[in-house]
């Protein structure tokens, strides 16, 4: 008598690991979604930080360019945020006056790497719109 698997017992395992297969992918790429909203606000927070900071000691002056912040001494932030894009989101800060700020996190690709355009403006106001 042989050992072994028939084909029949190698199909139902298979379709059994297809089917959780099909279960945990939505859920895994959600989770990365989320992963990179949360990281898009984190981010944008850092920056607003680094802008109050910035204004705190410049007689409330806030920064009209991302170089017055990463090329301070002490820097108020360690990189450029906005010079490529990261963990699914790219961001700009259209606004860099001396009387306020206005900086964005945009996904990549929307639906896939995020799902929300987040905004933050002048004393850490943040907002949320979906993308299209």
Known sequence: MRK??????IMI????????????????????VNANESNAQATLKTISTACESYAAANNGNYPTAMTDLTKAKPAYL????????????????GTLKITGYSCTATPSNCGTTGTKVYTIKTGA??????CE
């Open 78 to 93: 360690n990189e450029d945020y906005t010079a490529a894009a990261r963990h699914g989101y790219a961001y700009a800060c």
């Open 13 to 32: 395992v298979v379709a059994i690991v297809a089917l959780l297969a099909a279960i945990a992918i939505p859920n895994l790429l959600r989770a990365r």
């Open 125 to 130: 106001v943040l907002s949320s719109a979906d």
């Open 4 to 9: 072994g698997f028939t084909l029949v017992e």
